[in-house]
Structures are given as C-alpha cells and as structure tokens.
C-alpha cells in the first residue's frame, strides 16, 4: 500500500537519477564566478562549480532563462493536463490545490502517481514543460552558454515506458480522438478558494455521459459487451456507448488496493431512484476514507433530482448536496449512474468520465484517496431474478508504454452491511425523487406489465427487499411511497 501513497508536496520524493538539482540547503553564493573570469572551465567560474546535477529552477531563473509567472509550467501524461505557477524563489504551485512543490521532479511523481498509484518516480526535467518546452532543453541551453567547452549531455530520457508526453499545439488533436485532458484551472481562482465542496463539481452530470432530453435516452436495442483486450488504441470511430466487461484484479496477478464496505441504505436509494425513469439516472456517494486500514466505507446515496444536461439546475443540485456532505461529516467519495434496460457493465464513456474523477478526488489531498464508481441494472432482462445487478467499478490506468489505451475497468470486491433501520433522510430523499419525476414523460409506468407475471411495481418492490435494514417496521411506510408511484404513474 506505501506505493499507492501520493507524495508529499514540499519533501524530497521523486528525486530518482534523472533529478538534477542542488540539495535545497547548498549555498548558491559558491557557484558565483570570480569577477574577470570569463567561462573558462577552470578557475573557479559557475560553469565549473554547477555540474548538470546542479542546476535548479533557481539558477536557471537568477540567470534570466526563465521567469517566474502563472500558468507556464505544463505536465501531460496518460491523456491528463496540470497546470503550475513558477516562483521566484523557484518552487512550484499546482494550481490545481495550490499545493506548493521544490522540484520539477517531486511535481512531476505526485501528479503522475495521482494517474497511476504504481507509479515510482516522475522523470521531472524530461516531463515538466516552461511554455511548452521541456526544462531539459533550458538546462541544456544553460550548459551551452556557461560551459561551451564541455560535452554534449546526453537529454534526460524519461523511464522505460514512459509515455512521450504531448505537446500543447497536439491537445486539439487529442480531444478530436476522445482523449481530451483534464480542463485547466481557472487562473482567477486563488488557491484558498478551494474547497472540500469542488469535489462534488461535474459529478452531477458525468463527462462522457451523452443524454439527450427525458425520455428519449431509451435502451432500444441491446448493446453487446466486449471484452478489455479487443478494444486496442483509443479510436474516434468507435461508439463511446460500447459497453465493456469488468476485469478482476486476480486475473492481472494484482491486489485490489483498497477494500470497501457499502451500508444497505445506500443500495436500497440508489436502487429506488435508478427504478422511476426510463432514462439514466446519477447520484453521489458520500462515506469516509480510513488511510490507515485502506477502508472506503460508502455511508450515504444522494440523488441528483435533475436532469442531465440541466447545467442550470446542476448548480444548485451540486451546492444542495455539497452542504448535506459537510453537515454529515462526510466526504465524497464516488457516484453512481444507471443503465435502466442494459446491464450493469460500463461504457467506453463511463470509463473515461471515472477516470478523471479518480483524478479529482485523489487531487483534493496529499494522499491516496479512491473514488468508487457504481452502476444499477434495474430492468435488465438478463438480471437473474427480479434484484437489480448493481456493479462497483474502477478504472487502473493503462500501461504506460500505451498511453493512447482506454483505462482498464476493474471489479471491486466489497463488504455489504445491513443497516439496523430505515433512516429519516432515506425516506424524505424517496418521496422528493417521487415529486420529482411525477408526471414526467419518461416516469416509468409502475402498473404496467414488466414480465408475463409481473408489473414494474412489482419488480421494484422485490428489488428492494434484498436490501431492507433488519427493523421491518418500516415497510408501511414503504407501502404509502409505492401508492405514491402508482398515482403519480
């Protein structure tokens, strides 16, 4: 688990042999040239005493070659963009957190290892760019002016494997291709502005998400799943819609890197919303992350009561639940989406979008931080019985020898834990879902027939029952929300 661990911000991690700076604590005064000196080799001049290895952002700043300024330093990698400010003191701010860095290279490993937990270093003067260019071609053109009789050095090669990244004038291009980076940060917005409540941004309508207006996101005709290994390189052609089978961790000789445990309440809301419409529904998870036992507990389902592609409502749906979150002591720490006539299996769209929320979650701390995405098959014929299929995924990264490849959807294993009770919010957040959709185009129509002996009331309410706490003296109250749906259907 160490190796999942994000790097400290300020401390000396990713100093692996392509780090070329000065101990922090050197004294720059001894690299200073004797006055007449000239750029002799010898004699004391700062071309003799900086070796490669010594040059920092500081000398290379001091120097006039760079300048301190917001928004001009870049690192891609695997598709994803971040963005930094250099100082004049010659640190580093990710403007994504406002999290401060003193090296290219401890910038480099925490935003890779964001990315890619398995990551072990960052390769920071080959990955991190000064508008546009990459720092090695700065230190080398330092060398040239202060020591023109020395070797060329050979440029700084990042680690096998590793990606070659991608050039600001090529992020068209790989947004034309379906692999659009993560947007860059506002540069109005001060560091001290973020806050916990930005987690919850773009979850209430998921990237990748293509919805069109209620009631006509129908699964009108079964999509066949395809297996991981089939799909290649990223291909525009492609249906971002093509579902994809799951992968187990046992299968790639790998370990889950966290457990989860998910409270029957959760499912039971989660399950209610994804059963009222005949269009897709999205919800966060609010829980708690415990870094020391690497438990995700899932504690809360919160519905979005909006329509995807509301940007209007989106706002103050997000803000709505944002305040919930922090009223509970509880963070964010995934979402989850249905396919009402599909199974429970992710798209090529799904992927993508969790992948960037992967991203923002484990970017709002200095550790690892998982973001649990879940799917509900509600009418899925292909269900056994009539419980819904309800599936956890997350995505790992792909290999970085393959940079261009989608993220690999894996199965989590979790822990489900049966509530004592129903709780008060439970029940207010079912009857608001309710109000929300009645008389909605897509509201599905509870007393019609689901299957030969079964209406879709009835599958609703055997769904459920899976997933009722241990106290049933609940169920008339059930029984007055289920009269609710037949009237407002």
Not at 190 to 195: D, G, I, M, V
Not at 259 to 277: K, P, R, W
Not at 343 to 365: R, V
Not at 461 to 468: E, N, Q
């Amino acid at each position: 688990m160490a190796a999942l661990a994000a790097a400290s911000p300020g401390g000396d991690e990713g100093l692996e042999e392509d780090e070329d700076e000065l101990e922090p604590g050197l004294d720059e005064a001894e690299a200073e040239p004797e006055a007449g000196s000239g750029a002799k080799a010898a004699g004391g001049t700062r071309g003799a005493v900086l070796t490669r290895r010594g040059i920092t952002l500081r000398v290379l700043l001091r120097d006039g070659l760079l300048e301190p300024a917001r928004g001009v330093l870049s690192i891609y990698y695997l598709g994803k963009k971040f963005v930094g400010d250099l100082g004049a003191d010659g640190t580093i701010t990710w403007q994504e957190t406002g999290q401060v860095f003193n090296s290219p290279s401890a910038w480099a490993t925490h935003c890779k290892r964001l990315v890619n937990p398995a990551k072990k270093s960052g390769c920071g003067w080959a990955s991190v760019r000064y508008k546009g260019q990459k720092l090695d071609q700065y230190k080398a053109a330092w060398l040239r002016k202060h020591q023109p009789n020395a070797p060329p050095a050979e440029e700084s090669l990042a680690s096998e494997g590793e990606e070659e990244e991608m050039p600001e004038e090529e992020e068209e291009e790989a947004t034309r291709e379906g692999r659009a980076p993560v947007p860059e940060p506002a540069a109005s917005k001060k560091p001290e502005e973020k806050s916990k409540k930005q987690q919850c941004k773009s979850l209430a309508e998921p990237a990748g998400t293509d919805h069109g207006p209620p009631g006509k996101r129908l699964e009108s005709k079964p999509r066949v799943p395809v297996r991981y290994c089939t799909l290649g390189t990223r291909d525009s052609a492609r249906n971002p819609q093509t579902l994809v089978e799951v992968t187990s961790f046992a299968a790639i000789n790998k370990f889950q890197p966290f457990n989860v445990a998910i409270s029957s309440n959760v499912l039971l809301l989660l399950d209610f919303h994804s059963h009222l419409t005949r269009s897709e529904v999205v919800g966060y998870l609010g829980g708690r992350w415990d870094t020391n036992t690497q438990l995700l507990t899932v504690l809360r389902a919160f519905p979005c009561r909006t329509r995807l592609g509301d940007a209007e409502a989106a706002g103050a749906v997000e803000e709505e639940i944002c305040q919930s979150l922090f009223l509970r002591g509880l963070s964010l720490v995934g979402w989850y989406h249905s396919h009402p006539f599909g199974p429970a299996l992710p798209s090529l769209h799904d992927i993508d979008a969790q992948m960037d929320y992967q991203l923002k979650l484990q970017g709002s701390g200095n550790g690892f931080q998982p973001c649990l995405a879940l799917i509900c098959g509600p009418y899925y014929h292909g269900n056994p019985g009539v419980e819904s299929k309800i599936a956890p995924f997350w995505v790992m990264p792909p290999p970085e020898q393959r940079p261009n490849d989608y993220g690999i959807p894996m199965d989590v294993e979790v822990a489900y834990i049966q509530d004592g009770f129903l709780t008060n919010d439970v029940l207010q957040e079912m009857t608001l879902l309710v109000e929300f959709y009645k008389g909605a185009p897509d509201l599905v129509k509870f007393q019609e027939l689901w299957s030969q002996d079964q209406t879709y009331l009835d599958k609703l309410k055997g769904s459920l029952a899976s997933r009722t706490p241990k106290d049933q003296s609940f169920t008339h109250v059930l029984e007055q929300i289920y009269s609710l749906l037949k009237l407002s259907s």
